[in-house]
C-alpha cells in the first residue's frame, strides 16, 4: 500500500484543525483559560492547588478532545470529502486514526507541551513533570481515540456533541485512572504500565471502529 | 460495470428491488426519475458508498464521483484541493493546466468558502481531470454551472464516452447533453 | 443449537415460540421470586455481620447485580451475532435489552445504595470497585440507546448500536480492572467488605431461587420487547405499502 493517502490525509487534517482553530491559540487558550478559574474556584492554598491542579487538567484534556473531535467527522460527512475517503483502496481505518493523531496533535499535544508551566502555577513539585507529561501525552492519545469512535458513530447525528460525550466518557475512565496514578507515582510505579498497555489497547481497537462507523455515516 | 438484483430500503420505504444494471465502454446512461425516487441511492450504490440490501455490484476498474456535496473543505483553495487529490492518487497531471480548462485561474488560490457554487462544482468537476478513470459517476453535475460551464462539461463528458469511458449519470431532462440510453427508476 | 437459532431466527417462528414463552416465564418468575422473597424476608435469621435485618435486601441486590453483567453480555453478544450473521432478530433482542439493562443496573445501584447506607454509613462511595463498574455499565446501556434513538433509519441504528456495543463489550474488562486497582488504593480498613466469609447454605439457596427467578423476569420483558418491536415493525411496513412505497 503507498503512502501517500496517509500522509496526505494527515496533511489534510492537520490544516483544518488549524485553520479551523486559529492555529495553536485555540487549544493553548483552551487550557490557560481553564487552568485560570481553578484557584478561584477552589481556593488557592499552595497545597490544595497541587492537589486539584493535574485532576483539572485531565478535565481540560477530556473536554478538548469531545469538542475538537464533534466536528472533524461531521464536516467530512456534510462536505463530501468523507465519500472521497471511503472510495480510497487505503484502509479508512487508517485514514481515521490518521485524522484522529492529526487533531490530538493540534489540539492535545500543546497540554503536554505546556505541563511545566501549568506545573509552576499549580505549585506541583518538579520531579513530577515528566510523568505528567508523559501521562498526558499517553492519555491525551487515549482520550482522541476513544472520542474518534464516538465522533465516528454519531457523524450523522445533527447536534451529536452530548451524544458523544456520553458514549465517550465511560471508556476515559481506565486511562484517567492510570494517568492520574502516573502523575502521583510517577515511572517507578506499574500504573505507568498499565497507561502504556490502555494506549495500546486504544490504538489496536479504535481505529478499525473508527472505520465501521464512517464507512456506516457514508452509507 | 454490472449490478446484479439490487435493492435499497429506506426506514421501511424500499426504494427499488430487483434493479439489474449493465454499463458498457463508452456508454452514457442517464439516470431519470422523480425526486426521492432513488437516482443518489442508486449512484452511492455502483460507487460502493452504499451497501445494497440485495444483490451485489460487479466493478472493472476504478471510478470518479462527483456528488451534489462537492467533497471541498471550507479551507482549502481549488489548487490545493486538486493537488491534494493528485498527490492522494499519485497522479502526474499539471494542475496549472487543469485550473486553466476549467476556468479557475483567477480564483485559483481563494478559499473554498468564499468560491461560488459554480465555482465549486468546477473545482470537484476537475479531479475527473487528474487522473483517467474509466467510469464516471456523476450526481446531477450540471446543477450550479453556467451556460458556458454546461456546454464545456457537455463536450467533456461526450469526448469521455467517444474514448471508450462509461457514464452513469443523475440528469434532469433539461441537460444540454443527448445520453446513450435512459433508465427510469 | 445451531438448528434451533436458525428455527428462532425466523420471526414468525419467534412469535409462535414467544407466545407461550412469555406468560410461562412471566408465572415461573414470579412464583420463585416470590418464594425467594418470603424466604428472605421471614424465613432466614438475619446475619449481623452483614448489618442485621438490611442484608435481607442482598436478595434483591445481589441477583440483579449478577444480572446486570449478563444483559451487557447477551447485548454484546446479539450485537456481534448481528453484525456478523445479519440477523435480524439478534437486532430485535439487542435493542429489547438496552432498556431492561438501564433499568436493572438503576435497581442494583439503589438496592446497594440502600444497603450501602446501613452498613457502610453512606448512601455513596466512590471507592467502592462493584458500584463503580455498575455505573459504568449503566452509562453504557445508556449511551447504547441514546445512539440508536439519534439515528434515522432502523439500518443505520442497528449498525451503530452494534458497533458500539462491541466496543464496550472490549472495554469492560479493562474499566474493571482499572477501578479495582484505584479502589484497592482508596479503601481504608474501615469499610466491611460486602461478601464477608463464604455463604450459608440458608443463604444461598433463596438466593439462587431469587437469581432464577428474577433470571425468567427479565427474559420475559426482553421477549416482551422482542415481540413489541417485531409487531412495529410489520405495521411500519404495512403503512408503507399504504402510502404507496413499495
Known amino acids: 500500500m503507498r503512502a501517500a493517502p496517509i500522509r496526505r490525509s494527515f496533511v489534510q487534517a492537520v490544516m483544518e484543525a488549524w485553520s479551523g482553530g486559529a492555529g495553536l491559540l485555540l487549544p493553548v487558550g483552551f487550557f490557560s483559560g481553564t487552568a485560570m478559574l481553578v484557584p478561584f474556584a477552589l481556593g488557592s492554598a499552595p497545597d490544595v492547588l497541587s492537589d486539584i491542579g493535574p485532576g483539572m487538567l485531565w478535565l481540560a484534556l477530556a473536554l478538548a478532545s469531545l469538542v475538537t473531535l464533534e466536528r472533524v467527522f461531521q464536516a467530512d460527512l456534510h462536505d463530501g470529502a468523507l465519500d472521497l475517503w471511503v472510495q480510497e483502496p487505503a484502509a479508512i481505518s487508517l485514514v481515521a486514526l490518521t485524522k484522529t493523531l492529526a487533531h490530538w496533535s493540534v489540539s492535545g499535544l500543546p497540554l503536554v507541551l505546556l505541563t511545566p508551566l501549568y506545573g509552576l502555577m499549580f505549585q506541583v513539585p518538579p520531579e513530577t513533570t515528566l510523568p505528567a507529561m508523559a501521562a498526558f501525552g499517553l492519555g491525551g492519545l487515549t482520550f482522541f481515540l476513544w472520542g474518534g469512535v464516538a465522533a465516528a458513530l454519531s457523524a450523522s447525528v445533527a447536534r451529536g456533541g452530548l451524544l458523544i460525550a456520553l458514549l465517550a466518557l465511560p471508556l476515559y475512565l481506565p486511562t484517567l485512572i492510570f494517568g492520574g496514578l502516573t502523575v502521583k507515582t510517577g515511572f517507578e510505579d506499574s500504573a505507568f504500565l498499565f497507561l502504556l498497555a490502555s494506549t495500546l489497547f486504544a490504538l489496536g481497537v479504535a481505529p478499525p471502529a473508527m472505520g465501521a462507523a464512517l464507512r456506516l455515516a457514508a452509507d | 460495470m454490472q449490478g446484479h438484483g439490487l435493492g435499497a430500503v429506506r426506514g421501511e420505504r424500499i426504494l427499488f428491488s430487483g434493479l439489474n444494471f449493465t454499463l458498457g465502454a463508452g456508454e452514457l446512461v442517464a439516470l431519470r426519475g422523480v425526486n426521492g425516487a432513488g437516482k443518489t441511492t442508486l449512484l452511492r450504490q455502483l460507487a460502493g458508498l452504499s451497501q445494497p440490501q440485495a444483490g451485489r455490484v460487479d466493478r472493472a476498474g476504478r471510478h470518479h464521483w462527483i456528488s451534489h456535496n462537492n467533497g471541498l473543505k471550507a479551507h482549502e483553495t481549488p489548487r490545493r484541493h486538486l493537488m491534494h487529490w493528485a498527490r492522494v492518487w499519485g497522479s502526474s497531471a499539471g494542475i496549472d493546466e487543469v485550473l486553466t480548462m476549467l476556468r479557475l485561474k483567477r480564483p485559483a488560490d481563494v478559499p473554498c468558502s468564499l468560491l461560488s457554487a459554480g465555482q465549486k462544482r468546477r473545482t470537484a468537476l476537475g479531479r475527473l481531470l487528474l487522473e483517467v478513470r474509466p467510469v464516471w459517476l456523476l450526481d446531477e453535475p450540471f446543477n450550479a454551472l453556467d451556460a458556458e460551464g454546461q456546454a464545456w462539461l457537455g463536450t467533456l463528458m461526450t469526448d469521455h464516452c467517444a474514448r471508450g469511458g462509461a457514464i452513469v449519470a443523475a440528469l434532469h431532462a433539461a441537460a444540454p447533453i443527448t445520453p446513450v440510453r435512459e433508465f427510469t427508476l | ?246
Open chain 3, 1 to 246: 443449537m445451531g438448528h434451533m437459532w436458525s428455527v428462532l431466527a425466523n420471526p414468525h417462528r419467534f412469535l409462535g415460540f414467544s407466545r407461550y414463552a412469555v406468560p410461562s416465564a412471566y408465572s415461573l418468575g414470579l412464583i420463585l421470586f416470590a418464594w425467594s422473597l418470603y424466604q428472605a424476608l421471614w424465613r432466614v435469621p438475619p446475619d449481623e455481620f452483614q448489618g442485621g435485618d438490611i442484608m435481607r435486601g442482598m436478595f434483591v441486590h445481589v441477583p440483579s447485580a449478577w444480572l446486570c453483567m449478563g444483559l451487557y453480555l447477551g447485548l454484546a453478544v446479539a450485537s456481534f451475532v448481528w453484525f456478523i450473521w445479519r440477523h435480524e432478530l439478534a437486532d430485535v433482542a439487542a435493542r429489547a435489552i438496552a432498556p431492561v439493562g438501564a433499568a436493572y443496573t438503576a435497581l442494583c445501584l439503589a438496592t446497594g445504595s440502600v444497603w450501602g447506607k446501613a452498613t457502610w454509613g453512606t448512601w455513596w462511595l466512590w471507592d467502592d470497585p462493584r458500584i463503580m463498574s455498575v455505573l459504568v455499565l449503566f452509562f453504557l446501556f445508556l449511551g447504547y440507546m441514546a445512539l440508536r434513538a439519534a439515528l434515522e433509519t432502523r439500518q443505520s441504528a442497528a449498525r451503530a448500536g452494534a458497533i458500539l456495543a462491541m466496543i464496550g463489550a472490549v472495554n469492560v474488562p479493562l474499566i474493571k480492572f482499572s477501578v479495582d486497582i484505584w479502589a484497592s488504593l482508596h479503601q481504608g480498613p474501615s469499610v466491611i467488605r460486602a461478601e464477608g466469609p463464604a455463604l450459608a447454605a440458608v443463604y444461598l439457596h433463596p438466593l439462587l431461587i431469587g437469581f432464577l427467578g428474577q433470571g425468567l423476569l427479565v427474559s420475559a420483558m426482553v421477549l416482551t420487547l422482542m415481540r413489541a418491536e417485531i409487531f412495529s415493525q410489520q405495521a411500519d411496513r404495512l403503512m408503507a405499502r399504504r402510502l404507496g412505497g413499495g
